[in-house]
């Protein structure tokens, strides 16, 4: 008899239970009830310098939407395609609210058309930002890119001062442009020797100030002046 009892007071919290949470269940889907509403959205980035700004607009999703009617793969979608980001996720807590994580893209450089330039980053990926303002002691690159501009940023830093612009020749070898019409031919293999012979050879001797038209620095046996 004793057994039966608690038999039926489980049996009855277990009823009650399952009202409760039915309706609870109905009324979000419904929209009805605090947790239906979304009313915060967290953006949140490991990138440095990072501006969320553009990101929080291609959410648009406005205070007291049902979030759990939210369609999170076209949210995520409007959030990927925002200019700079390199991967985005967006995840719903039980309460309904968003979370919303990127990745963006760091500039280490730009790239430029002829007539605006665009923030570059490491792996060649081009950001959709375009400026008529080219960055101070900033490297810029035109035509196609590999997939890792890094170390040839790096070196041709040493030559910011008289830098015009990098060229990838023949998806294998950097043409340096300086700003007084100067080509510089690097060769495949260490640019970053040629380049310190380059500044060894303008510190003696102000090559990079000559009237000369190209530099050709392929061989390491000997170099070519125009």
């Known amino acids: 008899m004793k057994r039966n009892i608690w038999f039926w007071i489980y049996f009855v919290v277990a009823i009650i239970l399952a009202v409760y949470f039915s309706t609870r269940i109905i009324m979000t889907y419904m929209n009805r009830g605090e947790i239906a509403h979304i009313r915060n959205i967290s953006i949140s980035s490991p990138s440095a310098n990072k501006d969320l700004t553009a990101i929080a607009t291609a959410i648009?999703?406005?205070?007291?939407?049902?979030?759990?009617?939210?369609?999170?793969?076209?949210?995520?979608?409007?959030?990927?395609?925002?200019?700079?980001?390199?991967?985005?996720a967006v995840r719903r807590t039980p309460n309904g609210n968003l979370i919303v994580r990127v990745e963006l893209y760091q500039p280490i450089a730009q790239w430029t058309d002829g007539t605006m330039f665009f923030p570059l980053s490491a792996d060649g990926t081009v950001i959709n930002r375009p400026t008529d303002t080219r960055l101070a002691n900033t490297v810029v690159f035109r035509g196609e890119l590999p997939d890792d501009i890094s170390d040839i940023t790096n070196i041709a830093h040493n030559l910011i001062d008289k830098l015009d612009y990098l060229e990838w020749i023949e998806h294998r070898r950097w043409n340096i442009h300086t700003t007084d019409g100067i080509t510089i031919m690097l060769p495949e293999q260490a640019p970053e020797s040629a380049v310190a012979s380059l500044m060894v050879l303008d510190k003696n001797h102000g090559i990079l100030s000559k009237q000369i038209t190209m530099i050709d620095m392929r061989d390491d046996a000997r170099i070519l002046v125009k």
Request: hydrophobic fraction near 40%; charge should be positive.
């Open 60 to 88: 648009a999703v406005a205070p007291g939407t049902n979030g759990f009617r939210a369609d999170l793969t076209a949210l995520n979608t409007r959030v990927a395609s925002v200019p700079g980001v390199q991967n985005s």
